[in-house]
């Protein structure tokens, strides 16, 4: 990763200490099930052991449509950056106007990616009282072919959740999706 985009969380997570506002700000968003959802609620309250929170940035929704789906109802997104044995995390919640655009939000991002040529690219895992797709990809990293990543993606009510990581262990990243609670 560019050493520039490294310090961006840096420079933030810099910038919220010295003004001395290290909390998580209090989700605000609909109560479901005696849990309030928010795009805050990317910043997990309870880190897993082991992982290191870097910081958190709200997400353009331009910048969602290029990078992951380009879908209409997007209302507000963050996304927070985690650490854990030097491989990278990240926790996107995608505030959407309503159910159906949380759930076009995940059918049109499983339909950017193609089928794979062995086993399939989409499995169903059970999590926090709801089913998350998690979906795995082939990368080359350090000269070795078909090195797993895995992403795990589901909505609650309205909110979308995606949780990925640069490793390619996949009990990891279910680990910090577990983690958000949702």
């Given amino acids: 990763m560019n050493m520039k ?15 001395g506002c290290t909390d998580p700000a209090e989700p605000t968003g609909p109560a479901v099930d005696g849990v309030v959802l928010s795009v805050d609620g990317v910043v997990l309250e309870t880190v897993p052991e082991g992982f290191e929170y870097l910081g958190a940035h709200d997400v353009e ?8 789906v380009d879908v209409e109802g997007i209302l507000n997104a963050s ?16 505030e959407m106007d309503s159910v ?6 995940i059918t049109q991002y499983k339909a950017g990616f193609g089928s794979l040529a062995v086993g399939n690219r989409f ?15 082939y990368i080359t990293a350090g000269g070795e072919y078909n090195v797993p990543r895995y992403s795990y993606v589901w909505n609650n009510e309205n909110f979308v959740f995606l949780v990925k990581g ?17």
């Avoid at 985009?5 to 003004?19: D, K, N, R, T, Y």
């Avoid at 929704?61 to 992951?68: E, G, M």
């Avoid at 640069?166 to 949702?182: Q, S, W």
């Fill in 123 to 137: 499995a169903e895992v059970p999590f926090n009282e709801h089913d998350a797709t998690v979906i795995t990809k």
């Fill in 5 to 19: 985009l490294l310090m961006i969380p840096f420079l933030a997570l810099l910038l919220v200490a010295v003004s």
């Fill in 100 to 105: 159906e655009s949380a759930e076009n939000f």
């Fill in 61 to 68: 929704a331009d910048d969602i449509r290029v990078d992951y």
């Fill in 79 to 94: 996304e927070a950056f985690y650490n854990l044995d030097s491989a990278d995390y990240w926790i996107m919640g995608v």
């Fill in 166 to 182: 640069n490793t390619d262990d996949a009990e990891v990243v279910l680990n910090l999706a577990k983690a958000t609670g949702f």
